[in-house]
Structure formats: structure tokens, C-alpha cells
């Protein structure tokens, strides 16, 4: 006769009344009255290996700059009015500028 294990459950009543059931020798619930009252895990889990960072000190080409303008408005907000940016890709430097409508006795 040949069968298969699926699952190996071992029950044991403990001194209190309760029962404690061990499945797959990992597994362990504390049970009262038909309810579950703990359970844990003996599972003995390997920590998450990280790989290494790789440092690199050479240029992206890929990255360029981009620059923020702001005011200070009166409501203690900071309202962006320029942006630019360049990459290394364009020898060009792109600047917008934008126009801020603002309430009476704003302050930079």
C-alpha cells in the first residue's frame, strides 16, 4: 500500500484542559472549547540577503540640473515663479518664467 503525507497533525492534551495541535511540526495552535486561544510558528526563517551597492564616482550623462524659483506669498505659502533645467544631452538651457497673480501686501 503506497499513499502520500499531505499533512502530519499531532493533538495533545495538556494539563489546563486545553489542546495543543502541532501541524507539519511548524505549525502550533493552543485550542479551548473548539477556539483557538494561540497561535505561533516555529518556522526558523533566513534573513533577506542583500546584494552589494555598487558605487559608481563617473558622470551620468543622463542627469541634468533642474532649479526651482520661489516666493513666499502671504499665506505662508512658497509659490514657484522660474524654472529651468539643462541636461548633458542638449547644449541648450531651458528657462520658463511664470507670471504670479498675488494678493495686495505680498513680501519675498
Given at each position: 500500500?503506497?499513499?502520500l503525507?499531505?499533512?502530519d497533525?499531532?493533538?495533545t492534551?495538556l494539563d ?8 507539519n ?6 485550542i ?6 494561540k497561535?505561533?510558528s516555529?518556522n ?7 546584494r552589494?551597492?555598487?558605487?559608481s ?8 540640473v533642474i532649479?526651482?524659483?520661489?516666493m513666499?506669498?502671504?499665506d ?5 515663479y522660474a524654472?529651468g533645467?539643462?541636461?548633458?544631452l542638449d ?11 498675488v494678493p ?5
Amino acid at each position: 500500500m503506497e499513499g502520500l503525507i499531505i499533512e502530519d497533525i499531532v493533538d495533545t492534551v495538556l494539563d489546563n484542559g486545553n489542546v495543543q495541535r502541532v501541524s507539519n511540526n511548524k505549525n502550533v495552535f493552543i485550542i479551548k472549547n473548539n477556539t483557538i486561544l494561540k497561535s505561533y510558528s516555529t518556522n526558523n526563517l533566513a534573513p533577506i540577503k542583500s546584494r552589494p551597492l555598487v558605487k559608481s564616482n563617473r558622470e551620468n550623462p543622463n542627469i541634468g540640473v533642474i532649479d526651482f524659483e520661489t516666493m513666499r506669498i502671504t499665506d505662508n505659502t512658497s509659490k514657484v515663479y522660474a524654472c529651468g533645467f539643462k541636461t548633458f544631452l542638449d547644449e541648450e538651457v531651458y528657462t520658463y518664467i511664470f507670471f504670479l497673480l498675488v494678493p495686495k501686501g505680498t513680501y519675498l
